[in-house]
């Protein structure tokens, strides 16, 4: 789903989406949680699942694959220790806020990394 400029997967079909974007040479920065609801977007930035940077040296190839394993880990592992029910309380929302949680998440070709890497400031 697009909202903003940013894609969103519902947390059962992000695998999905990792897949396919390795099978198409994409590397995954990661994201972050958030609820979608029709009137408001609650960004759970501090829950933020992201892939280490690519190894000097390291192959496109060997980076989309380890970028995308790093990013499907660290989203495991949040959902498997966070309560998300408590997280959509901290927002004064209902917890049925939890049937709107996706994980908003960045994919980039090689040459899309080295345009955002020459961004930086240094």
Known sequence: MLRANEYA???ESFP???KRAEAHGLACLGG???FRL???TC???????DSKERIA???WADYSRRSCSEVRENVDRMLSQTDFGKEA????????AT???VFVAYFVTEAGLVELESRKVT
């Open 89 to 96: 309380l901290g927002w004064n929302l209902p917890s049925t």
């Open 38 to 40: 029709n009137d408001a």
């Open 57 to 59: 040296g390291e192959s």
């Open 9 to 11: 997967w519902a947390p």
């Open 16 to 18: 999905i989406a990792l």
């Open 99 to 101: 049937w709107n949680l």
């Open 43 to 49: 960004e759970m930035y501090w829950l933020a699942a």
């Open 32 to 34: 972050q949680f958030q």
